[in-house]
């Protein structure tokens, strides 16, 4: 895809995170695959595209993980403190943002540390399908499996409909200013918010969802890096 028509945009990584689900000794961004951590992949893929105007990522204050990678020098990557949740350290990241001098009507892509094998073909596709967005959007993936809802005693109560459910993905691209306001009302008001889109949803906007790659993978459980090691066995 030629780059020459797909918009300028920021990004910003929150990565400050424990991700207890790993079971790890560190937080989960942290853990190596192929010769670097899980975050250094997850920034490589913003880092060389020639539509980025800059890059925040948002890390624990003590954070004793950072300074020790190569990329804590990096001159296009920008600090900011993580919050108490995900929806906290990405407000901070905005900011931080808007300090390095991004506009109200910049687009802001937002990706998951823990999501190391973001294709460059995604980026430009989400980028390319929301140029013109009024509203913006996210990568995901249409529910292949069939869907139970289970009941607290860990028995089905009922088989769901999968037809129009999708797993959301990141990067999710959205508009500085309107996901700005619309993350701080959500906090404001103690809605539960597990990603940018449903901050845009809770104000009343509805995101359009673009189908990427399933590798696009969230590290969450020890098997899934295990299987990212795998499949990247000798690269560097
Ligand atoms: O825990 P989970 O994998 O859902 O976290 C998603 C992303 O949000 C991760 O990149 C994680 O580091 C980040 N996060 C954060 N600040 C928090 C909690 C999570 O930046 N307080």
Sequence with gaps: MSTAFLPSFWAL???AGVGSRMRADRPKQYLQL???TIL???LGCFLDHPQLSGLVVSLAADDPYWPTLACAQDPRIQR???GRERADSVLNGLLRLTELGAQEQDWVLVHDAARPNLARSDLDLLLAELAD???GGLLGVPARD???RAGADGRVRETVDRALIWQAYTPQMFRLGPLHRALAEALVADVAITD?????EWAGQAPRLIEGRADNLKITRPEDLDWLRQRWAGRR
Excluded: C, M, N
């Design 13 to 15: 990584v929150p990565a």
């Design 34 to 36: 192929a010769g670097k």
């Design 40 to 42: 250094e992949h997850s």
């Design 80 to 82: 900011a403190e993580g």
């Design 133 to 135: 967005d009024p509203v």
């Design 146 to 148: 069939t869907l139970k």
């Design 196 to 200: 940018e889109s449903s901050a845009i």
